[in-house]
């Protein structure tokens, strides 16, 4: 995808702390407590990597962690992070471009999605659906539109900022939901943040 976050990637997380407070953070640090120990986890879309540091404070070793970020520069400030003495393997790529492994535990994917639209999600969400094993855990933290007018507006003044600054051409979300529904996981816990605005699921595959 031609879309990038490297020209966001030095305020991301300013930015993300201006609009939410600690939110983002909250909806991810809610999945944590799920990831087994001594799990294999396939991260995608981590940005700035704080979330490694965050798994070390729940997991502070054992975990086999893949991460996969398309931003060079999200990727290189992530690698400077503390991850604990778990073990962390970057690959810098479009998720989409990487040959994955089929027998991770749990993926994670935090408010990747909705860089996709309905026509492009189910062919990455199906790639990455391969690398999981059965019985693993899908956690996934994302915005959602339950019908308020703000939250709309919200999600569409965000798609134009990241349009005019990282060429993100995405200007609807996508339906992540249906696309757990379409390849039969099980639903196992869900919370949701800012108003509804951010939902975090827990998903089991069969
Ligand atoms: C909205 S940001 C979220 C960053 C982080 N999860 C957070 O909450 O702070 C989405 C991230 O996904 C990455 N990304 C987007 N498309 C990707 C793809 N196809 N493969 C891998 N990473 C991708 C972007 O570079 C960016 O860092």
Redesign the pocket.
């Given at each position: 995808?031609a879309s990038n976050?490297d020209n966001s990637a030095s305020f991301?997380?300013a930015l993300?702390r201006l609009t939410f407070g600690k939110t983002?953070i909250r909806s991810?640090v809610y999945l944590l407590p799920f990831i087994p120990e001594k799990a294999k986890v396939l991260i995608?879309?981590?940005?700035?990597g704080w979330?490694l540091e965050e798994i070390a404070k729940v997991h502070p070793t054992g975990l086999d962690i893949t991460y996969?970020?398309?931003?060079a520069k999200?990727a290189a400030l992530s690698q400077k992070r503390n991850a604990g003495n778990n073990s962390v393997s970057f690959v810098n790529n479009?998720?989409?471009e990487v040959a994955l492994s089929t027998d991770y535990d749990v993926i994670f994917t935090?408010?990747?999605f909705?860089?996709f639209t309905d026509e492009t999600l189910p062919g990455v969400f199906y790639h990455i659906h391969r690398s999981l094993k059965s019985q693993g855990l899908w956690l996934c933290a994302d915005f959602q539109i339950t019908g308020k007018l703000w939250q709309k507006a919200l999600l569409k003044s965000m798609y134009f900022f990241f349009k005019l600054l990282c060429g993100i051409d995405t200007t609807t979300l996508p339906d992540i939901e249906a696309q757990f529904t379409k390849h039969n996981y099980k639903k196992k816990s869900a919370k949701t943040f800012f108003a509804d605005f951010i939902i975090s699921t827990q998903h089991q595959k069969s």
């Open positions: 995808m976050y991301y997380d993300s983002l991810q995608v879309g981590g940005g700035t979330i996969v970020e398309i931003s999200m479009p998720i989409e935090p408010f990747l909705d860089n």
